[in-house]
């Protein structure tokens, strides 16, 4: 038994020293704000009063350390606590007792908090409190669920968001914007066009048959970023300079838009760079801006908003870029900025396809 346990205790999930730091601070702020705000919404009761119970402290342990867990979020901590105080209660006074009464109380909590989407582990802890009841808490009855449990679960997820807000974090949770589709009928971002879909997420999780302490728009989003950085990993070699266009049509600032449109037009370019006289890069123009400005000078509607890249960067930099839809390319220069080549998205795509039929060549190897 110990042995097999022994793999899973020798691999824990990464943490980094700053989240351990944060959580127990977080923690230690969060409970003795509670305790101390409980204590003067009471009325300054005696130190003996339950105003913090046992439970809240496995809250703080959700609210401080794994802030993004769905058993975290504020409706699980309050709605979970107090509905299992509630169950607690009655169990309490349905079968007072009985030998039974504690793991009934804890199995029903679970049911309930599950049937009411607010399951938070520590409302089995609430719920065998409140079902093997002393003296001082079956004198308090039904109220016990809304103080100290109510009081103090709503005081600590207060005191999450305060936290939270303070260090930079997002308490309640929100799943990453890229995850996301807010508009169901419109299209998803390129970058998530490609790979597994929300089906396929869907379809193993339901496969997966266990209950996972994260969300699924947590998960979809962080697949992609693992499906990105193998992506990155594959084509961190190829660079460049290795599949740059070198033969650039570029345009002169002191030319007239009127020329330069013709002659991107004689290339049949939506875009070219604008470059002084010794090839130093100033930016980008666009056929519409010279289309609508043709007795003035192309330096007039230059966009110098152009994204630059060595010869030595890796293309997987510019995978996120050019996939995007906002950036058609990238210019290639020199540290003193002077052009050197171009890669559009035709380029990279021409260099993904070659590798892919690679790629799949070794594979029936």
């Given at each position: 038994m110990i042995a097999r346990l022994l793999p899973t205790l020798s691999r824990p999930t990464p943490a980094r020293w700053l989240d351990i730091g944060r959580g127990g601070l977080g923690a230690l702020l969060g409970l003795l704000a509670a305790g101390l705000l409980a204590r003067m919404i009471a009325g300054g009761a005696p130190l003996t009063s339950p105003l913090l119970i046992a439970p809240i402290g496995a809250?703080?342990?959700l609210v401080f350390a794994v802030p993004a867990s769905p058993l975290a979020q504020p409706h699980s901590v309050v709605f979970g606590n107090v509905l299992s105080a509630l169950v607690g209660i009655a169990c309490a006074q349905l079968f007072h007792?009985?030998?039974f009464v504690g793991p009934l109380a804890v199995g029903v909590a679970i049911a309930a908090m599950s049937l009411a989407g607010c399951l938070h582990p520590p409302g089995g802890a609430v719920a065998l409190i409140c079902a093997l009841a002393g003296p001082e808490l079956t004198k308090a009855g039904w109220m016990f669920a809304l103080t100290p449990v109510g009081l103090d679960s709503l005081l600590l997820v207060i005191a999450g968001m305060a936290f939270h807000r303070v260090t930079g974090h997002t308490y309640p949770h929100r799943a990453p914007v890229a995850a996301i589709n807010p508009h169901k009928t419109s299209d998803a971002p390129p970058g998530a066009r490609a790979g597994f879909t929300t089906g396929d997420l869907d379809a193993a999780l339901a496969q997966y048959g266990e209950l996972l302490d994260v969300s699924r728009d947590d998960l979809d989003a962080l697949f992609r970023q693992v499906e990105l950085r193998a992506h990155q990993r594959l084509h961190a070699q190829i660079l460049c300079g290795d599949i740059m266009s070198v033969d650039v049509?570029?345009?002169d600032p002191q030319q007239t838009c009127e020329s330069a449109l013709l002659?991107?037009?004689?290339?049949d370019?939506?875009?070219a760079p604008v470059v002084d006289a010794d090839r130093?890069?100033?930016?980008?123009v666009r056929r519409a801006e010279l289309q609508a400005n043709r007795r003035r000078k192309v330096e007039t509607v230059i966009d110098p908003f152009v994204h630059r890249v060595r010869e030595t960067t890796p293309i997987q930099a510019l995978l996120p870029l050019l996939s995007s839809?906002?950036?058609?390319?990238?210019v290639v220069v020199d540290a003193d900025r002077t052009l050197k080549g171009i890669v559009t998205q035709t380029d990279l795509l021409a260099v993904l396809y070659r590798a892919h039929v690679v790629e799949a060549m070794a594979g029936q190897g």
């Open positions: 809250s703080a342990v007792g009985a030998p049509i570029a345009v002659y991107m037009q004689e290339h370019l939506r875009t130093k890069v100033l930016g980008l839809g906002a950036v058609h390319e990238a």
